[in-house]
């Protein structure tokens, strides 16, 4: 994974914000979940999730669909798991550890 996608990653993800939202959108799983019950779920009036979505976004780590009036938004996962496989790539000098175990995520 590219240096300046996991800054940018890893950016959009220290804010306590956005945190919950991507925190939601991996519970909610592939399908993702409408931009309304986001907002309910995680108490932000629609301006401001609307704004932490983009950043979301722009980071690689949120797609989104349109479906009707509706528009769902999901994480993506396999950017996801990028960003913890670069994070722990060179855990416990290459040793097998924990955190290299756990490629079982779905």
């Not at 931009?35 to 401001?48: D, Y």
């Not at 976004?57 to 009036?69: C, I, K, P």
């Not at 993506?76 to 855990?91: K, S």
């Amino acid at each position: 994974m590219d240096s300046n996608l996991v800054v940018r990653a890893l950016g959009a993800l220290a804010h306590e914000s956005r945190l919950a939202i991507f925190r939601t959108l991996v519970v909610a799983g592939p399908d993702g979940i409408a931009a309304g019950e986001i907002a309910q779920q995680v108490g932000l009036a629609p301006s401001s999730l609307s704004f932490h979505l983009k950043d979301l976004s722009h980071a690689g780590l949120v797609s989104s669909r349109q479906d009707g009036r509706f528009v769902f938004y999901s994480a993506d996962f396999e950017a996801m798991t990028g960003l913890i496989g670069f994070l722990t790539e060179n855990c416990c000098a290459g040793a097998p550890c924990a955190a290299s175990s756990r490629s079982d995520c779905k």
